[in-house]
């Protein structure tokens, strides 16, 4: 056998979770999928045995149903007791295990059937779905050596989107009888971010425009969308030839690479092309924006479809030029007009959902979402939270792979996603939409109010859209923790002025009997307004955004604080929220600022709103202290938190795995922040999506915080929670969380904890 290659590829589990995505597409069975995983595992990352033991609940026993490398007889098929071997221990314990030397481990049992008794490094993984147990995933090796931390993590990622398989498994005909899938019949598998599931028919983001509609854009007369089209033109024109010059200067570019820019001038440059962009015009009276599209798609079309690999790669090229066009278009236009009407049963499919496309769906009833891209803390995210949209991201090639009006079933719990679903799957779906109803039930009626609480917890709600403020009306919340204007901005085709501001904010609040804590324009990185230029970065996420953006654009900042002021004046309860503060001279400035409006306003000093700040950066945290003297409150936003803390982008497909606010390190930096913020006599809460779940949840009251600013459909989940716990447990849970140095054991412990507490806290999870 050849040496095992210990390195593991950065890229290994994106190889293997695309393998597996693609297998579970295949007209098999369960087993046979599972066979041909367990082989792919083995061969990317040289383990010798890799096998999947799938629990059978009617007989109480682990299954050995598929493995590469052991001995497998379908008349004698290996069958073992929670109780017996280490694969048992596994399953019993619901904990990643990794053992070398096996045989000297006391669980250790002997299959003499299948010839494992070689194998002494030994990686056991439980396939966990909702703190249920489906199986064990298993890798051995003869060697003897020991399991790499990368290793285990890898397995967990795996096994994590096998128990999504082993979840939907009974319920895919194909998976009972193959010869009962039809032709058209696929199964895919993504990343389930929110929602439960939904059915309809697909409209597909594709092209030029992944992010936007086409239908955003209505046209003029033929003579008006020329003119817009030539001045387009015109204008990339004269910009890229003054980058030509300028990089030609500086020679800041090889000779090659400026030649690319030159070919992309010439191209523009091409009467042919323009006159076929004016053809479109004239003969389809479309709009300047889509005869780009259309003329630039079927221009690579045709590249594409060559067997020359040169001219292949030429097609870049004109997408280049496209992009550059619609660019200088949207720019002029200023404005971008309303998504069009949708069919409720509508299923957006795209590369990438951009919060302010969800957002521009205003009360339009999108069943749900699938796209390439995207995070399950990206603004999108948490805009379709709100909505109660179900989403499922990380499909790669969504796009290429489903038709528009296709039936499809998505679910935003394990990932999946069904086209053209039968009737059958489609009932065992909706059966379980009625079980998950009975269970909202009875949280929703025993979370009604905090009557029994052993945990005095102050529940705020989180708002973005009307939606928002419907739902917490519903719930019962009174404040605000949370209202992100930029979703509000959004809705604006520019600019909002100061009065249109004002109105928006005061139909907010109306909805609310205490005080509404507005977060300062947030936008960059992931949240763009349609009518602002941003420049373009290497790393929006740590470029203009946020209160920098504000700090820039000192008179837009004016603008929006006169409007809350205005408000606090005619007896407005509003707290103003400064988001990814890292200096102290950011505050400084806002409260300045907030002194001299209010005296053009008449209003008087001891009339200002409570000034806060969020703790979303490394920075702000190291310097907490320096921060007390010039703000009244702390709002944690563990979303940003995460991401900086861990230095990791929370919605890259390749290590957003990491992203995780059960970090060690993450839950060591929030009980910091309590503590600091506990001394200062400052309220320190938490907005962050992390507060949300009950294991989030459970998490942050141990570390004591004791505000919560949550979606508001996740209130009475919060409450019911609240009624379980005791301060003795609290105790018990905030000396393991923060002495515990691995994520997963972390998560593990809390999942455990709150099935103990009450299985229905597991189901809704």
């Not at 590469?68 to 929670?82: A, Q, S, Y």
């Not at 605000?480 to 139909?507: C, H, K, N, S």
């Amino acid at each position: 056998m050849a040496a095992r290659s210990r390195e593991i590829r950065a890229d290994a589990h994106l190889r293997v979770l695309a393998d597996i995505s693609h297998l579970a597409n295949q007209e098999a069975d369960l087993n046979t999928i599972l066979a041909q995983v367990a082989d792919k595992i083995a061969e990317s990352m040289g383990f010798d045995v890799v096998s999947a033991y799938v629990y059978d609940g009617q007989h109480d026993e682990l299954v050995l149903s598929a493995s590469h490398g052991l001995k497998m007889t379908p008349e004698n098929p290996v069958r073992m007791k929670p109780a017996e071997g280490l694969t048992g221990l596994v399953y019993e314990t619901r904990r990643t295990l990794a053992v070398t030397p096996a045989s000297r481990h006391p669980r250790f049992k002997f299959f003499p059937q299948t010839g494992e008794n070689r194998f002494e490094s030994y990686l056991g993984v439980p396939m966990m779905i909702q703190n249920r147990c489906l199986g064990v995933l298993v890798g051995q090796m003869a060697d003897g050596e020991l399991i790499s931390p990368a290793e285990n993590t890898l397995f967990e990622i795996i096994a994590a989107r096998l128990a999504g398989l082993l979840e939907v498994a009974d319920s895919l005909q194909r998976l009972r009888s193959p010869a009962a899938k039809t032709a058209r019949a696929r199964t895919l598998q993504g990343r389930g971010v929110c929602g439960d599931f939904a059915v309809g028919k697909a409209y597909i983001l594709r092209g030029l425009f992944r992010s936007v509609f086409i239908e955003q854009f209505p046209p003029g007369s033929p003579s008006q969308e020329g003119i817009r089209l030539s001045n387009a033109l015109s204008a990339s024109q004269d910009d890229l030839s003054r980058q030509i010059a300028e990089l030609g200067a500086s020679r800041t570019l090889s000779a090659g690479s400026l030649n690319i820019l030159k070919t992309h001038l010439a191209l523009m440059q091409d009467k042919i092309f323009m006159d076929a962009l004016n053809d479109r015009i004239k003969r389809d009276k479309i709009s300047a924006e889509v005869a780009i599209v259309q003329e630039v798609e079927s221009i690579v079309r045709q590249f594409d479809a060559v067997s020359d690999s040169y001219l292949r790669e030429r097609s870049a090229d004109f997408r280049e030029i496209g992009n550059k066009l619609l660019s200088k278009l949207m720019e002029h236009r200023g404005t971008i007009q309303p998504i069009a009407r949708l069919p409720e049963d509508t299923i957006l499919v795209a590369h990438e959902l951009g919060a302010s496309l969800v957002a521009g769906l205003g009360n339009q009833k999108v069943a749900g979402m699938v796209s390439e891209m995207g995070g399950e803390t990206s603004h999108a995210v948490i805009m379709a939270q709100s909505l109660g949209i179900p989403l499922v991201t990380g499909m790669a090639n969504i796009c290429g792979l489903v038709s528009p009006a296709e039936r499809m079933l998505v679910d935003g719990r394990t990932g999946f996603v069904f086209v053209n679903p039968d009737s059958g799957l489609i009932k065992e779906y909706e059966d379980r939409r009625k079980e998950t109803a009975r269970i909202k039930k009875i949280v929703e009626k025993q979370g009604a109010d905090a009557a029994g609480s052993a945990v005095d917890l102050h529940i705020s709600a989180n708002i973005g859209c009307p939606a928002d403020i419907k739902m917490a009306g519903q719930y019962h919340l009174k404040d605000v923790g949370l209202f992100r204007t930029e979703f509000a901005f959004m809705q604006f085709t520019d600019w909002p002025t100061i009065d249109q501001q004002e109105r928006v904010y005061a139909e907010f609040a109306a909805g609310f009997s205490g005080y509404v804590t507005l977060r300062t324009l947030d936008i960059g990185g992931d949240k763009v307004l349609p009518y602002m230029s941003f420049p373009k970065e290497v790393n929006p996420l740590l470029g203009l955004r946020s209160i920098r953006f504000s700090m820039e654009y000192l008179d837009l900042f004016r603008q929006q604080l006169t409007a809350v002021l205005r408000l606090v004046k005619k007896g407005g309860r509003f707290r103003i929220m400064l988001p990814m503060i890292t200096n102290v001279w950011e505050v400084q400035t806002t409260r300045r600022i907030i002194e001299e409006l209010a005296g053009k306003i008449g209003l008087d000093s001891n009339q200002l709103p409570p000034l806060g700040m969020m703790i979303e950066t490394p920075a702000s945290v190291v310097q907490l202290g320096d921060y007390a003297q010039h703000v009244d409150f702390f709002s944690v936003g563990t979303n940003d938190l995460v991401q900086y803390v861990l230095a990791v982008d929370r919605d890259s497909d390749t290590i957003g795995h990491l992203y995780s606010g059960f970090h060690p390190a993450v839950l060591r930096t929030l009980k910091q922040i309590q503590m600091q913020a506990a001394a200062m006599n400052k309220d320190a809460g938490i907005c962050g999506e992390l507060a949300a779940s009950p294991a989030g949840a459970l998490a942050m009251m141990a570390l004591g915080y004791r505000h919560l600013s949550v979606v508001p459909t996740k209130a009475p989940v919060l409450r019911y929670l609240c009624k379980k716990i005791t301060a003795r447990l609290l105790d018990e849970v905030a000396q393991r969380i923060l002495h515990e140095p691995h994520e997963v054991e972390i998560r593990n412990f809390l999942a455990a904890k709150l099935e103990a507490l009450d299985p229905v806290l597991s189901a809704v999870s």
